[in-house]
């Protein structure tokens, strides 16, 4: 009995962190495709929260917050945000920048 107990626990941080690395995919090809639409360039992008729980459609999943960061001149960064539950965006948070 301890053997399964001890599988599904191995199972489960396994899934975990595949659906972890899944979202932080997502965010960075989100990330990408918003300065491409701003037409600036994309630096980095890091995870700032990230929380298990219930997503608005009652399923159980990721809540995240990531920030990217951006520049519109080569000189000045900027930070913004993308709020996201699992790989869905759900919004996007800019700052005012140079153009």
């Known amino acids: 009995m301890a053997s399964l107990w001890t599988f599904i626990l191995i199972g489960s941080v396994i899934y975990l962190f595949w659906l972890n690395r899944k979202v932080a995919e997502a965010a960075s090809a989100h990330a990408k495709r918003q300065c491409e639409q701003l ?22 999943g990721i809540k995240s917050e990531f920030s990217f960061e951006f520049s519109s001149d080569g000189e000045n960064a900027y930070q913004g945000m993308l709020i996201m539950e699992n790989e869905f965006l759900k919004s996007v948070v800019v700052p005012p920048h140079k153009i």
């Open 39 to 60: 037409n600036v360039q994309l630096m980095s992008v890091a995870c700032t929260k990230r929380r298990f729980g219930f997503l608005k459609s009652s399923k159980p």
